[in-house]
């Protein structure tokens, strides 16, 4: 089922990490909370300049990434027929599931280095996500495209005799074939006019073969008639007949061309159950890797982000507040904000309920705020 966290960075200046971990836990949203503290690696800090700029890019790439993950559920949903909000019990990361995987977050170090700069994590963590998220779509696509082949020959081989395919119904006898003058062509003749057409075909164009129409079969709808006539005055007997509203089957019997038609659809059936259990098997390991990586990313992002609130040294403690009722993600926002709504400093103040509220008086510099800031750094995670 989807969830909803709080990814919550607070100075080490509120108090010790244990203290601040059990009143979240007491307090918040009365007590209804699951608490996880995920601690940092020791990552190479650049500029503040570097800082600022990385900031900007974890929070595009938290969004991509997370957007990409969604289109893997997507995808896997639509090829397994399982509903959206039970896809992601089926898919996991790191042999478990992403609601475990957030809440016992660790840094993998042996897949992401922190002896490298945080610009070549970021730079490496994005590629790999983001390639396959590239990789599986043009695989999806390619399968779409097989499908609608798939379902093109359906379409013909399930229509009425005036669109389907021919193949399996004509016979070699049913043709005029190795002839220099005369051919055979088709016809599709609704029920309805059946009688007009057998008693005027034989006038529609010059050297119609006499009583050369041949039935060769017939359904609800129509009658599919073979008529010979001279080559020379084909393209005059077809016109003729689309003004009697009857409809020329485009067909050239050919034995290799009829078995290769036969095996049309065998072999596109074969490949779209093929492909299709291919991309089932990539949009799982999609899913890991690209929930990993986005994790990743989000985790970095909250790292840098505290770097940039609360300075050097990174003395800052992080936690995962998972709501138990989903419902109760609002209310525990609202009292984790309530509690630390002083770090903002000048920028919130208190209404007459003792609540946090921006303060209006820096509604001239509302150009120069982040409407969405907040007093500390606290991130909804939504979980699909």
Partial sequence: MPH??????????????????????????????????????????????????????????????????????????????????????????????????????????????????????????????????ADLRAQFQNYNNIKSNLLSIQRKQNGDLSVKSLHDIVKRDDFVLDSDHLKTVLIAVPVSSINEFLSSYETLAPFVVPRSANLIAQDAEYALYGVTLF?????????????????????????SLIAKLRSEFALVQKDEINLRN?????????????????????????????????????????????????????????????RYSYLGGNAFSKDSKGKPIRDSSLHEYAALVDTDYEPFVIYNVEIL
Wanted: hydrophobic fraction near 40%; glycine fraction near 2%.
């Fill in 4 to 133: 909803s966290y709080l990814l919550v960075s607070l100075p080490a200046s509120v108090g010790a990490i244990d203290e601040t971990q059990s009143w979240i836990e007491t307090n918040v949203a009365a007590g209804s909370v699951e608490v996880t503290n995920l601690k940092f690696p020791d990552f190479k800090i650049g500029t503040l300049d570097s800082l600022v700029q990385q900031s900007e890019e974890l929070s595009k790439l938290d969004s991509q990434l997370h957007s990409s993950v969604s289109k893997v559920i997507d995808i896997y949903a639509s090829l397994t027929n399982t509903p959206l909000n039970s896809v992601s019990s089926k898919l996991k990361i790191e042999n478990t599931n992403i609601d475990n995987y957030l809440q016992h977050f660790q840094w993998n170090k042996s897949r992401f280095r922190i002896d490298r700069s945080i610009d070549d994590l970021i730079k490496s963590i994005s590629n790999e996500g983001l390639q396959l998220d």
């Fill in 231 to 255: 080559k020379k005055y084909e393209q005059e007997f077809l016109v003729n007949a689309r003004e009697h509203k009857w409809t020329p089957r485009d067909f050239t019997f050919d034995d």
């Fill in 278 to 338: 291919d991309i089932i098997r990539l949009a799982r390991e999609a899913y890991a890797e690209i929930t990993g990586c986005w994790i990743h990313i989000l985790f970095l992002r909250a790292f840098v982000e505290s770097v940039l609130r609360y300075g050097l040294p990174p003395l800052f403690h992080c936690f995962i507040v998972k709501p138990i009722d989903v419902k109760n993600l609002t209310k525990a926002k609202s009292d984790i904000l309530a």
